[in-house]
T-cell receptor, first 117, second 114 residues
Framework: GAGVSQTPSNKVTEKGKYVELRCDPISGHTALYWYRQSLGQGPEFLIYFQGTGAADDSGLPNDRFFAVRPEGSVSTLKIQRTERGDSAVYLC???????????????FGAGSRLTVL | QQQVKQSPQSLIVQKGGISIINCAYENTAFDYFPWYQQFPGKGPALLIAIRPDVSEKKEGRFTISFNKSAKQFSLHIMDSQPGDSATYFCAARTDQTGANNLFFGTGTRLTVIP
């Protein structure tokens, strides 16, 4: 597609529920990133995929968070047993390749706003 | 621990004026410094970026000034326009293999008054 597409744009759930957030990156982009942006804050790194594998998951806050990218394109961020503190905008970004191959530009989607009641 | 510190938190500028946003970092391994612009309800979009081998980069009305010894960099928006009203984030990244995540500042909400 022309840009990074994220669904749903808004998700309201109850504490303890399971949620999935989807990211469809720009066609041909091999690198995919998930960030979390809390109100009034800058995006915080969660996880980075190069192809199908998670090359860096050091930003995932705990084991309730998990992400997959089984075919090297679409990615799903999964949050189990949601807590009120998980409320944030979850941003997905993609780029053509690895950062080490140059100043690869990250193109962000509009985000999925998660509200945990 | 905030890897990149950004100020001010908010900024109000008259149309035609100069907007200046400042950032500082500690990690000397950072070697790529982008600025992102974010409008409400949208994701951040790359505005301009610099590497530390140059002290200044200009693209149109937007200029990054970089001071490697002070570990500081700033964004200057010349002839600020109401359409520039947005939140601006500085960021930093090291291009070392395997370290691909951007560290963002906390953002500056810019309002340009007509």
């Amino acid at each position: 597609g022309a840009g990074v597409s994220q669904t749903p744009s808004n998700k309201v759930t109850e504490k303890g529920k399971y949620v999935e957030l989807r990211c469809d990156p720009i066609s041909g982009h091999t690198a995919l990133y998930w960030y979390r942006q809390s109100l009034g804050q800058g995006p915080e790194f969660l996880i980075y995929f190069q192809g199908t594998g998670a090359a860096d998951d050091s930003g995932l806050p705990n084991d309730r968070f998990f992400a997959v990218r089984p075919e090297g394109s679409v990615s799903t961020l999964k949050i189990q047993r949601t807590e009120r503190g998980d409320s944030a905008v979850y941003l997905c970004a993609s780029s053509r390749g690895q950062a080490s191959s140059g100043a690869n530009v990250l193109t962000f989607g509009a985000g999925s706003r998660l509200t945990v009641l | 621990q905030q890897q990149v510190k950004q100020s001010p938190q908010s900024l109000i500028v008259q149309k035609g004026g100069i907007s200046i946003i400042n950032c500082a970092y500690e990690n000397t391994a950072f070697d790529y410094f982008p600025w992102y612009q974010q409008f409400p309800g949208k994701g951040p979009a790359l505005l301009i970026a610099i590497r530390p081998d140059v002290s200044e980069k200009k693209e149109g009305r937007f200029t990054i000034s970089f001071n490697k010894s002070a570990k500081q960099f700033s964004l200057h928006i010349m002839d600020s326009q109401p359409g520039d009203s947005a939140t601006y984030f500085c960021a930093a990244r090291t291009d070392q293999t395997g370290a691909n995540n951007l560290f963002f500042g906390t953002g500056t909400r810019l309002t340009v008054i007509p």
